[in-house]
């Protein structure tokens, strides 16, 4: 089983105004098979959360620790967290022109193992997980996410969640854009990944709606740069009915 742990984290970014701090000490543990909902209103520090663990150079830890099975992820190249197992679904996944989807699967799948998968179990692999993300066989031969719709892009993305079989992986906001039918899809895709290797899921969203599909096991009100509050799926619900007004005001 492995174990994802934040502690205490602090994080600054620069602004013209100078830096200023998102996170204010985050403390957040998951485990192999758990998945937990982190909701809350604009501005609060969520996006900064998965892209810290990710390691964009944006963002800046001044204080606290992430851990992945005891080892020092701030310590890391962001293609090391790659390798160690951990992924992040973008909330707006950008383009790579000049690099086809097939070319792009392929090389991630060869930089995470350290040897190329064969190529003809490879490609059977591929095309099934597209006929259940009901994706065009024709999108492999396309520059990754040019020219794709907001949910292309969303099922790419968990497109490479099945392919790549992390051990954590960051959902940013994949609801965002989606209609009922996509949504249904991406979140299906979600749960068959998750099913087949046993990877702790963080989900980011502002709504209930991808809940329903995607159960959590435990929901957490980020408000501020810090974790609110903390609970179990009536959480959401009642976030739902009352929204996020009395942590914010509070």
């Known amino acids: 089983m492995a174990i994802l742990q934040i502690k205490n984290l602090h994080v600054s970014v620069d602004t013209e105004q100078g830096s200023k ?7 957040l543990t998951i485990r192999s098979g758990e998945t937990h909902a982190i909701m809350g209103p604009n501005g609060s520090g969520k996006s900064t959360l998965a892209y810290t663990i990710a390691g964009h150079p944006k963002y800046t ?39 086809s989807v097939s070319n792009f ?4 799948k060869t ?7 064969a190529i003809r179990p490879w490609i059977g692999e591929v095309r099934e997980a597209m006929s259940n993300l009901k994706m065009d066989p024709g999108f492999t031969e396309r520059n990754v996410n040019e020219g794709f719709s907001g949910g292309e892009k969303k099922r790419h993305e968990i497109l490479q969640l099945e392919l790549l079989k992390p051990h954590f992986a960051i959902l940013d906001e994949t609801d965002s ?5 996509a949504l249904r899809v991406v979140s299906e895709g979600v749960n068959r990944a998750k099913t087949a290797k046993g990877f702790g899921v963080l989900l980011i969203t502002h709504y209930t709606r991808i809940l329903n599909y995607i159960k959590p096991d435990f929901v957490h009100v980020f408000v ?5 509050e903390e609970g179990g799926p009536e959480l ?15």
């Open 21 to 27: 701090e998102i996170l204010k000490g985050v403390d």
């Open 61 to 99: 830890v001044t204080e606290g620790e992430i851990l992945l099975d005891g080892e020092n992820v701030l310590e890391m190249s962001v293609d090391e967290r790659a390798r160690a197992g951990l992924f992040l679904a973008m909330q707006y996944p950008v383009e790579i022109p000049g690099v």
């Open 105 to 108: 699967l392929r090389t991630a």
């Open 111 to 117: 930089a995470i193992t350290g040897e190329a998968p």
């Open 177 to 181: 854009g989606l209609d009922v039918d």
């Open 224 to 228: 501020a740069g810090k974790i609110a």
């Open 236 to 250: 959401a619900e009642r976030l739902e009915a009352e929204g996020y007004d009395r942590y914010v005001k509070a």
